[in-house]
């Protein structure tokens, strides 16, 4: 039996998704509370993986088990044995064509970015942060020009192992509530590293070192080199996953919204 899940996490406390010889990833904890529920080891597979500090909204899972238990022991059983960190939303059976990670048509991220001249209190660890004054109105101007399908090589990690820089961004949004700035970006797919470096370059569009047709010259150029810098992990959150209806799965279900300022 193929069951999904959904789940969210808060990732300070880890080193990621994948799975580590030390423990200490998001999958680690999550397999090791599916096998006691389960009475069986048991491995997942998600939708998309997310680096160290990086946190998720609505992850989504599947694995593979021949132990019978109602979805709700997939929930609160599984919670009960996991970090508060992390907590299953939701569980399901689903068919076994289905692949959380394959049978996936779109991602999307969020990044929140505290624009002030504090550093965060409340939100430390769960939020960015740039100390000057950023022009959002700017920034969503050259956000625009990144929409469509473009080689995002100038955005991509030394360490991505895509086959492809090629990617179709379908949303690419910068708005502001009072000192937070929220990004949120959708694509079918993202190099790694691509979301922070998007941010990186528009925190740089936003705070006057160049203009916004400046994104559309480091899309034509290609070259990691010319972009800015990689921005923090902390303030990104894997923020949803999109599947066809065929699967009827209950994506989105209980998914937390952020409360904005």
């Known amino acids: 039996m193929r069951i999904a899940l959904g789940l969210e996490y808060e990732g300070s406390g880890f080193c990621g998704w994948q799975s580590q010889a030390d423990g200490g990833a998001v999958q680690n904890v999550l397999e090791s509370a599916l096998s006691i529920v389960a009475d069986a080891p048991t491995r997942v597979v998600c939708a998309g993986?997310?680096?160290?500090?990086?946190?998720?909204?609505?992850?989504?899972?599947?694995?593979?088990?021949?132990?019978?238990?109602?979805?709700?022991?997939?929930?609160?059983?599984?919670?009960?044995?996991?970090?508060?960190?992390?907590?299953?939303?939701?569980?399901?059976?689903?068919?076994?064509?289905?692949?959380?990670?394959?049978?996936?048509?779109?991602?999307?991220?969020?990044?929140?970015?505290?624009?002030?001249?504090?550093?965060?209190?409340?939100?430390?660890?769960?939020?960015?942060?740039?100390?000057?004054?950023?022009?959002?109105?700017?920034?969503?101007?050259?956000?625009?020009?990144?929409?469509?399908?473009?080689?995002?090589?100038?955005?991509?990690?030394?360490?991505?192992?895509?086959?492809?820089?090629?990617k179709t961004l379908r949303r690419a949004d910068v708005r502001r509530h009072g000192d937070l700035l929220v990004f949120e970006f959708e694509a079918s797919a993202f190099l790694h590293h691509m979301v922070r470096n998007l941010v990186g370059t528009l925190v740089y569009v936003g705070k006057g070192a160049h203009a916004p047709e400046w994104v559309g010259e480091l899309l034509a150029g290609r070259d990691r080199a010319h972009a800015a810098p990689t921005f923090e992990a902390c303030g990104l959150y894997f923020a949803g996953v999109d599947y066809d209806p065929v699967w009827q799965l209950k994506v989105g279900a209980g998914e937390t919204a952020l409360v904005l300022p």
């Open 49 to 166: 993986r997310t680096d160290a500090g990086v946190h998720a909204l609505a992850q989504v899972v599947h694995f593979d088990t021949e132990a019978v238990r109602p979805d709700t022991a997939w929930v609160r059983g599984v919670n009960a044995h996991l970090p508060d960190s992390v907590a299953v939303r939701w569980a399901q059976p689903v068919s076994g064509e289905f692949h959380a990670r394959f049978s996936a048509r779109g991602r999307r991220y969020r990044y929140l970015l505290l624009n002030r001249a504090e550093r965060p209190g409340l939100m430390a660890r769960r939020v960015g942060w740039f100390h000057r004054r950023l022009d959002a109105d700017t920034m969503a101007a050259a956000a625009g020009l990144l929409l469509g399908e473009h080689d995002f090589s100038a955005f991509r990690s030394i360490e991505c192992q895509a086959k492809s820089p090629v």
